[in-house]
């Protein structure tokens, strides 16, 4: 008698929509909460071609029985489930079986599995599609799924994915996240021959943090621990000083799963309320342990989303346990300090938050702001200046106001320009020009090793080319790992491994659409990190050079990432403001 059971009509007709694989990172995580069910101890994921080709995980779990091979690739079939009560008290990641027949039933799929009780294994496959064959197999103890040309016969499927690079990194992440939360489970990820990822499998989560964030980040997180019986919250958060542009370093666990939920995002922001940045956001890994009858798993059709019975308990204790991890580490005088200088940066970094009117008290004084597309000009006065022609007139230097404005006189008005966002625009369109030709680049005395993360190593792999266009010579110098031979000239000074991590931070995921803008948003990065900043004082000489060359840019008026560099005040305007002419 084996163990795996066809569900009755009853219980399948209450599972939430079917299983669905859409893409090779689908077919990685049911096999991987497979087998994670079946109490491995070692994962081991082998990819070819972005998945596209193969998909191949071995476990060292309890293995299926040889009479319930047929069973297992049947549709509805599972041995963690039995009556339709069971739903509401799910301990397993599966609880569906469907993902094996889904899987098998759009690949040339094979598994291979030994129980721990059974002295031979059995092999079933289904080579084109259609009916499985079952054989003997003499192997270890465990089991060994084989996907092969996923999608062979649903080729609209195939049309659908994203680029090898993309479903690459998305698997990555996902084994990431499995590493996270079963840290006493040793993973290992494969690309063709290649070790792209693994865990040491010795309940260490810091460590993996590390591979995922890089040493310093991991070595910074704080970590929370709330338990509040039978609720507990584990796991990680970032301080106030380290943050993102994007959601993207939020991640939750709830009883082992990877959950995506608006709400928990918000629970956790909630924490960091007033410390940091309006469009900044915290990395954090969290583990919530709930009783298993608190949370509906069965909801979604991946499982990405789950539905407790008491929501607004779970979001409070989430709030709570994080910011009494936040409020327990910002009282040391150190981080405060490293957060005001860290929060100066981020303000220089909101470019998608500017927002010109709210910045300045009169509603005459505009700054020329011609990139802004998105029809906030509608007021007429705004519009007069959209018709600025596009060079300056020549500017008389005046002088320099707080250590970051240049002050300068034109035939109609006074200038005041922002030396940091005129220098970057300097700096840009220099570099865009030379890029035709060739960027000046520095070699460095002796070539700097970067290890960088999984993730940020790939995106960088994949950006060689342009960065050698843009000035750096960079080769791989194995897994994870780049020598670094010489910078663009403009980076003199900086630390070249900064220099990269500038580079490759904060990169979006897919990077498709903006494949011929990559240069210009890379060169864009170099500039603004070698640009001069405000708060440092130029001399009369440099202000004048300053000035001289943003006369000379094709686009003075905004930095290269759309914020303005100057704003104009005119005549006319001045001698309003002062009761000369007309009224206001
Ligand atoms: P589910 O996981 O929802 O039960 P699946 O289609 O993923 O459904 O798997 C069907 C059944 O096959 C599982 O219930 C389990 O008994 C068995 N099985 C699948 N993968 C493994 C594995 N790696 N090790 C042991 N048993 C497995
Ligand atoms: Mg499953």
Redesign the pocket.
Known sequence: MGIINVLTDEVASQIAAGEVIERPGSVVK?LV??AI?AGASQITIRISEAGKKLIEVSDNGKGILFSDLELAVARHATSKLNLSSDLFKIKT??F??E??ASIASVSQFSLLSKHRDEEVGGKIQNKDGKGFEISHYGGPDGTTVIVRNLFFNVPARLKFLKSDITEKQKISALITKFGLAYPEVRFQLFNERQLLLQSSGNGDRREILSQIYGVEVARQMLEVKFEDHPYRINGFISPIAITRSNRRDITFFVNGRWIQDVALNSALLKAYHTMIMVGRYPVSVLFLDLPADFVDVNVHPTKAEVRFSKPDLVFSMVQRASRRALLAYSSVPEICHSYWKSDNIIQSDQETQWSPASMLPNQDVQPILRQTTDGVMGNEKRQEFVDTPKHLPLLRHIGQIGATYIIAEGPDGLYLIDQHAAHERILFEKMMKQMSDVIPSQPLLSPEIVHLPLQQAVLLQDKLEILKKLGFEISEFGPNTFQVRAIPALLIGINPIEGIKVVVEDFEDDEKPLAGMIESIIAARICKRAAVKGGQILSKEEQRTLLENLEQCDAPRTCPHGRPTMIYLSVDLLEKQFGRKGSL
Do not use: H
Request: glycine share 20%; charged share 40%; proline share 0%.
């Open positions: 049911e909460e497979n069910d990641l599966g569906r079986g993902a094996l």
